[in-house]
């Protein structure tokens, strides 16, 4: 057996977290302990010659070589959150669900895995992926590279009653919203930004035409996730509600929120905050009669339309 062959064997061992004793190694393949020493030297050397994320250390205690990584590892307890996080998001479908948490846990040694499979092993047995079944992680990693680059391209799109057609977008971020990844992206068409829900993208390609949009009117993510709700797309307005559930839940949905009084006679919170319109109203009119908006008058008028419209679907099925 050649020193090439037993030093792979040793590298490899080294890689799966083995503890490695010099004079065990030699009595295995044979040879002295001063050949074993060479080997070490080589694996050592070759480490650093490729700029590996390792070092090669010798433990006291254990009696033997180890492999130590020199990069920030992921702990098992931040693993398990990202885990969690995926599975409650059922945006993957279960082909790129299962290759990403398997990533994740290779980062782990083997006893920590161990640890983390009967934690998640219940919630991904009864995984329900969305129904698109589209893969992503190629797409929003593309998309991203676009966004970088500010690249112009052409889509094919199909909307939400089925119809296909090709859109010039530039893209500008990608949020992910209630189960969906949206590229938001500058449109040729409607000469306005627009969201695109990543899996009915199904095609793509640079576009001939090219948009260019200043540093100014670019969309910033952080900031979009401030106002939007639902990914619905409208005007931005600032508004009043009196609320009279729990107010940390209205205050976790709109970021921008504040309370301006609370009355704990009435269990009442008068809370303002900036919002896009369309979302916000969807929100609102799903808290029923725990909400009341106040102002301002157009955004009342939009409510009491909203609910005159679904009263009248409700009185014509009783006439």
Same mark, same amino acid.
């Given at each position: ?20 004793? /010099? ?53 098992? !307890? ?163 509600? /009196? ?57 009342? !008028? ?18």
């Amino acid at each position: 057996m050649n020193s090439a062959y037993r030093q792979l064997y040793i590298f490899q061992s080294l890689l799966t977290n083995h503890i490695l004793n /010099k004079s065990h190694l030699a009595d295995h393949f044979d040879v002295t302990e001063r050949a074993i020493q060479r080997d070490f030297s080589q694996i050592k050397q070759f480490i650093f010659d490729q700029q590996l994320p390792y070092q090669l250390t010798y433990s006291r205690k254990q009696s033997g070589y180890q492999l130590t990584t020199t990069q920030e590892q992921l702990s098992k !307890q931040t693993v398990l959150l990202l885990i969690k996080i995926l599975l409650a998001s059922r945006s993957l479908n279960k082909t790129e669900l299962n290759a990403t948490i398997a990533s994740l846990l290779s980062t782990l040694a083997h006893t920590e895995q161990a640890e983390v499979q009967p934690i998640i092993k219940n919630e991904l047995f009864y995984y329900q992926p969305l129904r698109h079944q589209q893969d992503l992680i190629a797409l929003i990693w593309q998309l991203s590279r676009f966004i970088a680059h500010q690249t112009t391209i052409d889509i094919d799109y199909r909307n939400s009653k089925n119809h296909t057609e090709t859109r010039t977008i530039l893209p500008q971020t990608i949020i992910f919203s209630e189960y969906y990844f949206y590229v938001v992206a500058y449109s040729a068409k409607y000469q306005d930004n627009r969201y695109f829900r990543l899996d009915r993208i199904f095609n793509y390609h640079l576009s001939k035409q090219k948009i260019h949009r200043s540093r100014a009117e670019h969309v910033s993510g952080g900031q979009l996730r401030q106002v939007v709700q639902f990914m619905q797309p409208g005007e931005k307005v600032t508004i009043q509600f /009196k609320f009279s559930g729990v107010v940390e839940a209205a205050l976790d949905r709109f970021p921008t929120a504040r309370v301006i009084t609370a009355k704990s006679t009435s269990h009442t919170a008068l809370i303002e905050t900036e919002v896009v319109d369309n979302g916000a109203i969807m929100w609102l009119l799903s808290q029923g009669p725990l909400v009341k908006v106040v102002s301002p008058a157009s955004f009342v !008028q939009q409510i009491r339309e909203s609910l005159a419209k679904t009263l009248k679907l409700y009185s014509s099925e009783m006439s």
